[in-house]
């Protein structure tokens, strides 16, 4: 069992202008000495994200990937395969592998989201289909 606070991780900036905090990561069996956190069975990590008001990330995709973002403060929106969708609070949402994303702040406040990430072996020729 871990318990880990986001408070307490040092964050790093990812996918060019999001902070992220890692929270958990998936377990490497061959290092006996890796972090605490380092606890994952399945999942390939669990993180806090925040996109900084009036900025944009990225528009990325990940081959073998699927995500969850969960929306916890602000609001903006999504390009996810070229449509834009509005988010907030409460908003959760799936990406399936190799669906093209990004976060849009649009607003002053920051956007405060988890991303749960999962790693996929081998991508079915339907499951990319984002609704």
Not at 93 to 111: F, G, R, S, W, Y
Request: hydrophobic share 35%; proline share 6%.
């Amino acid at each position: 069992m871990v318990i880990r606070n986001w408070r307490d991780q040092i964050p790093y900036i990812g996918h060019e202008t999001k902070i992220i905090w890692p929270l958990l990561t998936l377990r490497n069996p061959d290092d006996p000495d890796a972090p605490d956190q380092a606890c994952l069975l399945s999942l390939a990590n669990f993180t806090r994200h925040v996109v900084q008001g009036r900025v944009t990330t990225d528009y990325h995709s990940h081959e073998d990937k699927e995500q969850i973002y969960y929306f916890i403060s602000g609001k903006g929106k999504m390009l996810i395969d070229d449509e834009e969708y509005d988010v907030t609070a409460g908003d959760a949402v799936h990406l399936p592998p190799l669906a093209k994303h990004q976060v849009i702040n649009n607003t002053e406040e920051d956007i405060e989201y988890l991303n749960i990430s999962a790693n996929v072996d081998e991508i079915a020729d339907n499951v990319h289909s984002p609704k």
